[in-house]
């Protein structure tokens, strides 16, 4: 996704703060949300990680049109930098579509190749990467949830309106509005002692 303009700024990152409000209302609101966070509740730093990956990806490629903008990308380079740090999320800026959600802090790595569309759900130990060093990319649809654990490898093709369930390695292209979840043969065996 390549932000371009102001307004397509401000559209992206209404799109991603509808499940962060408690960080976009007035200050009074994000200081008591602060104060008061548990470790599961708090989420500042991931909406700081998504909030400076958007101005990376706007001022990307305003740097190019104009030096000025120059300063501000390197800025919210290195604030993203130290959030990604802080929540362990290697998402490269322009493969997540608007409407990017995290709920929780954990490691994350989405390679810079790989594409997802709108509205995407992410939890901690997501893996989107490539078989080998010159490998395709994951193309990831919109509205799709991937749950913890999930490793996406290669060219996969993921249609929209897709649920993947926890520890699911995915390597195989999946049609829109599938449920995927990962199948055990549990074996039990009974030892006499």
Not at 63 to 88: A, C, Q, V, W
Not at 162 to 186: A, F, P, R, S, W
Request: aromatic letters at 8%; a positive charge; glycine letters at 10%.
């Amino acid at each position: 996704m390549t932000i371009s303009c102001k307004e397509a700024l401000i559209e992206c990152l209404k799109a991603d703060s509808k499940n962060y409000k408690s960080q976009v209302h007035s200050w009074k609101d994000r200081l008591k949300c602060n104060l008061t966070s548990t470790p599961i509740s708090e989420q500042k730093h991931i909406w700081a990680y998504i909030k400076h990956m958007r101005y990376v990806e706007y001022y990307s490629t305003m740097k190019d049109k104009n030096r000025i903008y120059l300063f501000p990308y390197l800025y919210h380079l290195k604030m993203l930098r130290k959030e990604s740090h802080i929540t362990g999320f290697q998402i490269e800026p322009g493969t997540c579509g608007k409407g990017l959600t995290i709920w929780h802090w954990g490691s994350i790595i989405v390679n810079g190749g790989a594409r997802l569309g709108e509205n995407c759900t992410l939890y901690p130990g997501v893996l989107i990467g490539q078989k080998t060093q010159h490998g395709g990319n994951a193309i990831i649809g919109s509205n799709v949830f991937i749950g913890s654990g999930t490793k996406i490898i290669g060219a996969v093709k993921i249609g929209d309106n897709v649920t993947i369930g926890q520890n699911c390695v995915i390597v195989k292209d999946i049609e829109e509005g599938q449920t995927v979840v990962m199948n055990h043969n549990l074996r039990i065996i009974n030892r006499k002692e």
